[in-house]
């Protein structure tokens, strides 16, 4: 195993405004309603990402744009040293989400894109890291005109530098999806450019106009597609259903950087299903989806087992959920079975 594997997460980031609220929340002209304190902290997926693999110690950098302001200084303190990969918009404020979570209910979010238009991706160096994670491209317009041809532009040289490129979506607005863009052939260039790809159902479903009720086979369908179409290790989510992997030839896997050649002949050809983890007591789900992908990824950069890093996965976001840290120690105890997967990591120094 090798001593050092280092992650680089880059793309969308905001600060996420999350009111407490009661079970049904009123929205009336004129109204006054009684809402609970709010929580502030960075969000979007380097934030997310960043934050999980942080508290798993896997060394991690970001490269994203905030503003000038104070919601960028908040941003700032809350990322530490990470925050050096920060660039400044002069233009855009920094990107927020006020996240509406009623009590009970699933989630949803009025977003700000602000300087999240600014990010083009040539800051981002593939040479110095093992894997580079890209996250929310529907939610950075510079890099979407001519569908998605400078996205596929930025993927091609950090693979050309060496790194295994990861991708992660989100929903794709309709009001978007209704302009301009076309979705379904972004969503085929992203998957042809790119090594790791770990969308959930719904990021799928809306990228490509499909409508629920969906046939049992969705996942599986989509999964040989986005291979078909180019990525060597899909990951694709369904909330409390779990994970879903499908997995290219070994040749595609030598061929997807520096992360993935180490693992070609143990993670090639598969198809494999991991059931979420169990969870008593449901704090948030926001940042879940981010968390997941924050374990798959730290278990390639770990070289565990494809199911050890699907485990990993969802002991994640089963932290994030339930309110706490993804430390080892918490994660060996959501998943037991994962204790000597982090005693070899140990071993070996990473």
């Known amino acids: 195993m090798v001593s050092v594997q280092r992650i680089l997460t880059c793309g969308h980031i905001c600060m996420d405004l999350t009111p407490a609220l009661p079970s049904a929340v009123p929205i009336d002209a004129g109204s006054l309603v009684e809402v609970g304190p709010m929580t502030i902290r960075a969000g979007g997926c380097v934030a997310n990402t960043w934050r999980t693999l ?3 110690q896997m060394r991690t950098r970001i490269s994203a744009v905030a503003g000038d302001d104070e919601l960028a200084r ?5 990322l530490g040293e990470a925050a050096s990969g920060l660039l400044v918009s002069r233009r855009a404020g920094t990107s927020y989400s006020i996240v509406l979570e009623p009590s009970g209910e699933d989630r949803a ?6 300087a999240n238009a ?3 991706g040539q800051a ?3 040479s110095i890291v093992d894997i580079v994670h890209v996250g929310y491209p529907s939610l950075l317009p510079a890099l979407l005109g001519a569908d998605g041809r400078p996205l596929s532009q930025m993927l091609d040289r950090i693979r050309a530098e060496g790194a295994t490129v990861s991708v992660d979506l989100a929903v794709v607005d309709s009001s978007v999806q209704a302009s301009d863009r076309h979705w379904p052939t972004i969503l085929r260039a992203i998957a042809s450019h790119s090594d790791v790809i770990s969308p959930s159902l719904d990021d799928l479903a809306s990228a490509l106009q499909l409508r629920p009720p969906y046939p049992t086979n969705l996942r599986s369908v989509l999964a040989d597609e986005l291979l078909y179409w180019g990525a060597a290790v899909v990951v694709i989510s369904d909330g409390p259903n779990g994970l879903w992997l499908r997995t290219a030839s070994a040749k595609r896997l030598r061929d997807g950087g520096r992360a993935l050649a180490l693992l070609a002949d143990e993670w090639s050809d598969l198809a494999i299903h991991v059931g ?3 969870i008593a007591n449901v704090r948030s789900t926001n940042g879940a989806g981010d968390a997941s992908t924050a374990g798959l990824l730290f278990g ?3 070289e565990f087992s494809p199911r050890e890093a699907l485990e990993t996965a969802t002991a ?5 959920i339930q309110g706490s840290r993804p430390t080892p120690a918490s994660i060996s105890r959501l998943r037991p079975n994962l204790r000597n997967a982090f005693k070899r990591r140990s071993a070996a120094g990473c």
């Open 118 to 120: 600014d990010f083009d």
């Open 124 to 126: 981002v160096d593939g």
């Open 300 to 302: 390639i950069a770990s």
């Open 276 to 278: 979420s983890v169990s």
């Open 109 to 114: 979010f009025w977003h700000h894109t602000g």
């Open 316 to 320: 994640c976001s089963a932290a994030t």
């Open 54 to 56: 942080d508290a798993l």
């Open 74 to 78: 908040l941003l700032r303190d809350e």
